[in-house]
């Protein structure tokens, strides 16, 4: 039987199946996928196979035990450092279709180095990333404007943008329809508003995205495992425990620019093939940037991750960069 993994304790995985029906599997002792590191072989949001096994018990009348035989090939997944085993890695979550990075214009606002900080992981690990500016209620004539030229610059680099607010309804049917049928993952800096969005927009769903939350399956319960939920509109959303706690991505510093969308498109042109677009002659970029064809503010948060130690935003990695 195929399924997908929407929940995690260590032992057992809870799967929904194909025939709607949910089974608690467990891994054999030897199960290892090849080349990776990781505490944990199979992660929420893995589509997994498994065999059904009426052996057995899984302690819930309705929940049937199963093996858990392979592991679909991953898109990405979002990992953390293992604490205590310094070259592993735990994956939290494989497979997100879409990153919602909620951001506030006020109360609070979000640094925009922070913004190209979590895009630039995205890009980096093949997460798409959408931009939700949050509680446009509150915007006055000064917000409105900075929202709409950070429409123009992220929608130009090629991102989506919404503007939303729980308050007035504003934007949550698109929100709406851009996580329908897609597993999500919600970002952001405190405050912003991540939990009354899931809330206005799923209010049985009780969930503290990013939070230490207790509801977990009791007594099972720890901290460092996801969980997925399913949307009522179809889809699901990740639940993340402990974001600030994920794993710092390092970047080199010639691939950063790849991971500018607007960058990477003219970087081509330059004369040096390994141009930093910072001092040498015939930049593409540097041109790009004199016209105004490249946002100064975007330039600048790429000097300044360059020139920055590591990229402080959650660990998303791709399979690819996993195996190495
Ligand atoms: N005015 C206004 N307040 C909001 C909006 N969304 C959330 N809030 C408020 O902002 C505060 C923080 O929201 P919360 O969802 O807890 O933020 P989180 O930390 O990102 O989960 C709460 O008091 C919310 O009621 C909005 O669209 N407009
Ligand atoms: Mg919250
Ligand atoms: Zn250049």
Known sequence: MEGTVISSTGNWYEVAAEDGRPYLCKVKGNFRLKGVKTTNPVAVGDRVSFDYDAQISTGAPDTRGGWITAVGERSNCIIRKSVNLSKQTHILAA???????????????????????????????????????????????????????????????????????????????????????????????????????????????????????????????????????????????????????????????????RYFPEMRAISGQCRFGNCTHEHEPGCAVKEALAEGKISSLRYNSYLNILHGEEVPVPGLIDNKNEKK
């Open 95 to 257: 497979n997100i279709d879409r990153a919602f990075l909620v951001a506030g214009l006020t109360q609070p606002r979000t640094p925009q180095g922070f913004i190209d900080r979590f895009l630039v992981t995205g890009e980096a690990y093949h997460v798409p990333v959408c931009l939700v500016f949050n509680k446009s209620d509150l915007w006055g004539e000064e917000e409105r404007l900075q929202f709409s030229e950070y429409r123009r610059i992220y929608g130009e680099a090629g991102y989506e943008v919404l503007q939303t607010s729980t308050a007035s309804g504003e934007g949550m049917d698109d929100l709406r329809e851009k996580m329908k049928n897609r597993t999500c993952l919600f970002a952001g800096n405190s405050g912003v508003g991540k939990s009354a969005l899931i809330r206005y927009l799923e209010p049985n769903l009780d969930i503290r995205i990013g939070e230490i939350s207790s509801t977990h399956r009791k007594g099972k319960h720890t901290t460092t495992y996801a969980r997925m939920y399913p949307l009522s509109f179809g889809g699901y959303i990740v639940d993340t425990p402990g974001v600030k706690e994920f794993g710092m991505v390092q970047l080199k510093t010639d691939e950063l620019a």
